[in-house]
């Protein structure tokens, strides 16, 4: 079979799954849990590390010797000025060039700011950064954000970390049949029957933190999204039958019928 690659921008990935580091009981089982994911990109907001000696942080130390694609974000912004602040700041301690924007508009919801965001990312475009913005599943917002320049796009399926899941498939399925770019959900899944309902309406991706870092067992339930990421993509690749309003037998019904 050949090999199910993606791209963001110029860099190819074979995971599915970007995987936070946040809110993990120990270093350990953060550590467990990612090499369970099979994760080849990992997300960090920058407000949590050490930018003065990024080599010696607590959180990146734990990863040395094995080589990830970082994707820091610009979580507890609240405007595109702060976002764009603490892009350059992660850029200038030699992080990164992607950039995940996450500015929030509401600190109850945390939902993000449209407007904002679509400022903040054309600004880091013109910057050179690989530009992934968090978005809401608005199809419009997720077009004015590709035109942008973005990298891929970050609709989410609910607020962040409430488990709720896909809270709108319709308009996920429109985001992702008009986007020319990866669209991966972020935030508000909780189970792997919500990140196989995503990858079956054709993500490219899903990024979690919560329900792994959360679960009773991080590194099973790390391994269990990823399976389910994987049977979800191979379902949306293979084709579901079409939805019928009757029953039709599958055991030829009109054939075997007494006349």
């Known amino acids: 079979m050949k090999p199910d690659v993606w791209h963001i921008g110029n860099h190819e990935l074979t995971s599915r799954f970007f995987i936070g580091t946040g809110l993990f009981p120990s270093p350990y089982v953060q550590k467990e849990a990612i090499e369970a994911s099979g994760a080849e990109v990992l997300t960090f907001a ?14 990146l130390q734990h990863l040395q010797g094995k080589s ?47 407007i904002e965001t679509l400022r903040a990312t054309e600004i880091l475009v013109k910057e050179g950064f690989t530009v992934l913005p968090y978005t ?3 199809p ?18 609910a607020p962040i970390g409430t488990g709720l899941g896909i809270l709108n498939p319709y308009n996920l399925g429109l985001i992702v049949e008009e986007a020319k770019v990866p669209i991966i959900v972020d935030a508000g899944l909780g189970s792997v ?8 309406l054709g993500v490219a991706g899903v990024l979690m933190n919560t ?29 579901r039958i079409s939805k019928k309003r009757y029953a039709s037998a599958s055991s030829g019904y009109e054939e075997f019928k007494l006349k």
């Not at 992080?95 to 449209?114: C, F, G, M, Q």
């Not at 997720?142 to 989410?156: D, S």
């Open 140 to 157: 419009v917002i997720c077009k004015r954000l590709e035109e942008a320049g973005a990298a891929a796009v970050m609709p989410g399926a």
């Open 193 to 200: 029957s919500d990140v196989a309902q995503a990858m079956e």
């Open 46 to 59: 920058i407000r949590r590390i050490n930018l003065e000696a990024t080599e010696d942080d607590s959180i």
């Open 211 to 239: 329900p792994v870092a959360k679960a009773k067992d991080p590194a099973g339930m790390a391994r269990a999204m990823r399976l389910g990421i994987e049977a979800g993509r191979l379902a949306y690749l293979s084709g």
């Open 136 to 138: 809401s599943d608005d």
């Open 68 to 114: 990830y694609q970082y994707l820091p974000n610009t979580s507890g912004a609240s405007t595109a000025e702060e976002a764009v602040r603490i892009a350059r700041l992660a850029r200038a301690s030699g992080l990164s060039d992607w950039i995940k924007v996450e500015i929030s508009a509401n600190e109850r919801t945390l939902l993000p700011d449209p």
